[in-house]
């Protein structure tokens, strides 16, 4: 059932706009890392292990001293010593480094893959107006690039931090053992460089946000000109799909380059305030006064461990950049993990099929102005069969949607067995409904399990041939060499518009439900088809609660009630004959379609 409402209506705003999202940098950074609480065994692990990889940095420093100590002294004696510390040396950073660097991927890949599977989840939650404001592209990208992101602010960004943070941390614990004068002297530099990161990193954090929107756009001009190919090349429209492309790829590559600048400019700078602080501990390194007592190796090893620690440092200025774009990935992410779910407040079961009633019924789509249903005031008897009757855009898909609650927030009543809606479970509820609409969903898999679909999947093959027989879908299965197994492709591409329908009304007659909805059940098919779907709808309609959409007389003549709406409200309703008799609209309707067999 299509909604009326358009994604331009109630397009949310974009990150820069006035009412996005302020949340700060870390706040949203530690919330990311909430993911990683249950994983503290790895987590600690990794911490270790990166604390023994900066330990052993430390080490070969002091190890250079030993060295220019003892051939200053002669001490050739201590060469054994010397060779097999050096080996001992590189082993401890090894087996560091190997714990460190598998402990925080197997963190981050387990924060990704729950993080993924929490935001697919809560798409499945998501009330029907979600998806009209925002497009497909959109939300793959979310679940592929975005993600993507996060696996670099999880991993790389901890791995980088934990490695160069506790390597630095080690060489300027050594630096302040040889000498904290000048130890002091090079911290001098720190909040210079803390300055040149704080700017670059919202510098980035933005980048990072429009590079994410424009993976979006891509993502949705690929995916619409690719399903909808034949429409494209019939109309002439690849010029046009085209330019929507590379525009799109265009502005992808605008913002990528922007945030390339921002990251080559930020680590020269750091570089050259590192090599400033350097060049200052050089020159007053020469100084008596701070020179001090310190050794020839002791002079040049800590001269060693201030030159090891610039590229620390240099790989800690990119860790801004990465988590900038994690954040600004999982921002996006949890927009949709706290977005409202369908609200679902029932707590009582259906446990029998009454009639259903919608007393002075209106509704507007969230986030629109227009209401497309106004004082609908109905009953759909048990067992019976209602036809809807109107123009596109009267409000018949609309207020079929609001019986399985697809739209929440109507006012007025909805009662079925004389409760409100909203107090039975919506599981309760839709377990008690079959639909088939125009648009046939299919999966990428066989014809039965396409029949025997979500909770009937456990169904036998006796039934589903049975379902599919009646449906008709057996007449064309049966040429297939796989037969009921054969593959139909990605929403089924390899079936015809009137088998993916058959199918469509095989797994609604599977399901056997005590209400069924048929909106354009019988659309795609031809008049010969249609005459036996429609004798199969007959038998499964039968001693159903059935509500019907559709333009064909055949299928609304024998409804037991037709209800004709124009503009969200009811014209009139009644029997076919009774309507015929009152000369009203549906009488208009039926004269000037009688030949064509159709109704607007």
């Known amino acids: 059932m299509q909604s009326n409402v358009t994604k331009n209506d109630v397009r949310k705003p974009k990150p820069d706009a006035p009412g996005a999202d302020t949340e700060s940098v870390w706040v949203l950074y530690r919330r990311l890392l909430t993911y990683a609480r249950p994983l503290w ?134 630096m302040l053992y040889l000498n904290w004068k000048l130890t002091l002297i090079f911290i001098a530099a720190g909040p210079l460089i803390a300055l040149v990161v704080s700017v670059a990193a919202k510098r980035m954090r933005r980048l990072s946000r429009h590079i994410q929107q424009s993976v979006g756009d891509i993502t949705e001009s690929a995916s619409e000109s690719i399903k909808g190919y034949q429409v494209v090349r019939i109309f002439g429209g690849e010029d046009a799909e085209k330019e929507r492309f590379r525009q799109a790829s265009l502005q992808n590559k605008r913002q990528y380059m922007k945030l390339v600048v921002t990251q080559s400019l930020n680590t020269p700078i750091i570089q050259l305030l590192v090599a400033l602080a350097l060049a200052a501990l050089l020159f007053l390194a020469m100084h008596p006064d701070v020179m001090g007592t310190l050794t020839t190796g002791g002079f040049v090893a800590f001269l060693t461990a201030a030159g090891m620690i610039t590229k620390p440092l240099r790989q800690l200025t990119n860790v801004i950049s990465i988590v900038q774009k994690g954040v600004a990935a999982s921002e996006s992410l949890f927009e949709v993990l706290d977005e409202p779910a369908e609200k679902d407040l029932g707590t009582r079961q259906v446990e029998r099929i009454g009639d259903i009633e919608f007393r002075h019924l209106g509704f507007t789509y969230p986030g629109t102005d227009k209401q497309v249903l106004q004082d609908v005031c109905l009953t759909l008897p048990r067992g019976k069969t209602v036809a809807l ?82 449906a008709h879908v057996t007449e064309f299965v049966n040429k297939m060499p796989d037969g009921i197994n054969t593959l139909v492709g990605e929403d089924g591409v390899m079936l015809s518009g009137g088998q993916r329908q058959r199918i469509a009304i095989a797994r609604a007659i599977l399901k056997d439900a005590p209400i069924l909805i048929l909106d354009e059940a019988t659309s795609a098919l031809d008049t010969e088809s249609e005459r036996h779907i429609q004798e199969a709808l007959e038998g499964v309609m039968r001693g159903r609660t059935t509500l019907v959409i559709a333009h064909r007389l055949s299928t609304i003549e024998k409804a037991d009630m037709i209800v004709v709406m124009e503009e969200g409200r009811i014209l009139e309703q009644g029997s076919h004959a009774e309507l015929l008799a009152h000369q009203g609209a549906y009488s208009r309707f039926h004269t000037l379609q009688a030949d064509t067999g159709m109704l607007p």
């Open 389 to 470: 009757v109107g123009r596109s855009g009267s409000g018949k898909s609309t207020l079929a949607s609001l019986l399985p609650r697809f739209n929440d927030g109507w006012c007025g009543e909805l009662l079925l067995n004389g409760e409100p809606l909203q107090a039975f479970s919506l599981d309760s509820l839709r377990d008690q409904i079959a639909l088939v609409n125009q648009n046939v969903v299919l999966f990428n898999g066989t014809i039965a399990e396409n029949i025997a679909y979500g909770r009937m999947a456990g169904a036998s093959e006796a039934d589903i041939l049975a379902a599919a027989e009646a």
């Open 41 to 174: 065994l790895a987590f600690m692990l990794s911490f270790i292990g990166f604390a023994i990889y900066g330990f052993g940095q430390a080490l070969s420093a002091k190890w250079l001293e030993m060295v220019v100590d003892t051939v200053q002294a002669n001490q050739y004696d201590q060469r054994w010593f010397l060779a097999l510390a050096v080996l001992g040396i590189f082993l401890v950073r090894g087996v560091g480094a190997f714990v460190g660097n598998y402990c925080i991927a197997y963190v981050g890949r387990e924060v990704i893959h729950t993080l993924r599977t929490d935001v697919f989840e809560r798409l499945l939650k998501l009330p029907s107006y979600y998806y009209t404001r925002n497009s497909s592209g959109e939300l793959l990208a979310k679940l592929t690039y975005n993600v993507e992101q996060v696996t670099g602010a999880v991993t790389n960004a901890l791995k980088t931090l934990f490695r160069e943070g506790l390597t630095v941390v080690g060489l300027l614990g050594y």
